[in-house]
C-alpha cells in the first residue's frame, strides 16, 4: 500500500503489505468489522490503510472481542 497514513486518524498505519520476506501485514493476523470502513473517506476507500491503534480503539468502543 502506497499511501502510508490512517484514514481515520491521520498517522503512520504502519502497512507492510508485500514487504519483509513473506509480504505480509499486521492486520493479516486482525479481524476488521466491516462498519469500520464505513468511517472512512470515501476518496480513501481501498486506497489507505486503517492504523492499529484505530482498529483497537473501534473495538474498544463497540466492546468488539478480539478474537476471530
Given at each position: 500500500m502506497a499511501n502510508k497514513?490512517?484514514?481515520?486518524?491521520?498517522?503512520?498505519?504502519?502497512c507492510r503489505t508485500g514487504a519483509g520476506e513473506h509480504g505480509h501485514c499486521w492486520c493479516d493476523l486482525e479481524t476488521f468489522p466491516k462498519e469500520i470502513f464505513e468511517l472512512v473517506p470515501v476518496e480513501s476507500r481501498r486506497k489507505h490503510c486503517?492504523?492499529?491503534?484505530?482498529?483497537?480503539?473501534?473495538?474498544?468502543?463497540?466492546?468488539?472481542?478480539?478474537?476471530?
Open positions: 497514513y490512517c484514514p481515520l486518524c491521520g498517522k503512520d498505519n504502519e486503517i492504523c492499529k491503534n484505530c482498529l483497537i480503539m473501534y473495538k474498544a468502543e463497540k466492546k468488539i472481542n478480539n478474537n476471530k
